[in-house]
């Protein structure tokens, strides 16, 4: 499982889009990009996951480069139930665990 | 619903004993996982279960200790022996290889 790197926080305005990056430049060819968030004093939710190409489900979508070095996470119009923080693993799945890193704490505005 | 079940959510521990934190799913999931996680940092895998009657230590095992009796079922025992133990743990479950759903912690307080 390669590792991540995430900026340490970031700011957004709410009802605006927000893009967190990951870059996971060591990343085998099996390894899917998972994300988690966890908000204050709670257990993590699970996100969104991709292998190659983008995916879009109801809480985000998930953009995925062609090299596949990086991914961006994006929240279409942030409110203030999106204030957490965001968790980008890369996990091959059949082996090996989850593994979260100190993530990216998204801060959100009115 | 489906889901996983931490209790307590709050717990306070006098220094020397030993505590059991609960992790009970009905989710059916195989495999089953114990986190710690320390103020403004990630989570740290303590012991994890892929299937009844075996488990495996992750990167903290040191001081605690697990049993899988039953699939639904992951306690955690926190033993003296684990000296820094004031922290929020987390379990969650997963069928092998995919996402995993965790619940909503117990924080332990040594007091």
């Known amino acids: 499982d390669a590792k991540t790197t995430q900026p340490n926080s970031m700011e957004s305005n709410e009802e605006e889009p927000v893009h967190l990056p990951c870059n996971h430049s060591t990343i085998s060819g099996t390894d899917y990009i998972h994300w988690y968030r966890q908000l204050p004093s709670q257990g993590p939710e699970y996100v969104i996951h991709?292998?190659?190409s983008n995916v879009n489900n109801r809480m985000a979508s998930l953009a995925i480069a062609e090299d596949r070095k990086s991914s961006t996470l994006i929240l279409h119009r942030a409110t203030l139930r999106d204030a957490a923080v965001y968790y980008c693993?890369?996990?091959?799945?059949?082996?090996?665990?989850?593994?979260f890193g100190k993530g990216t704490k998204l801060s959100v505005k009115p | 619903d489906g889901g996983i079940t931490q209790s307590p959510k709050y717990l306070f521990r006098k220094e020397g004993q030993n505590v059991t934190l609960s992790c009970e799913q009905n989710?059916?999931?195989?495999?089953m996982y114990w986190y710690r996680q320390d103020p403004g940092q990630g989570l740290r895998l303590i012991y994890y279960s892929q299937i009844v009657n075996d488990f495996q230590k992750g990167d903290i095992a040191e001081g605690y200790s697990v049993s899988r009796e039953k699939k639904e079922s992951f306690p955690l025992t926190v033993t003296s022996a684990q000296k820094n133990p004031t922290a929020f743990y987390l379990c969650?479950?997963?069928?092998?290889?995919?996402?995993?759903?965790f619940g909503s912690g117990t924080r332990l307080t040594v007091v």
């Open positions: 989710l059916n999931h195989d495999a």
């Open positions: 969650a479950s997963s069928w092998t290889g995919y996402g995993y759903t």
């Open positions: 693993i890369s996990f091959e799945g059949s082996q090996g665990n989850l593994i």
């Open positions: 991709g292998l190659t």
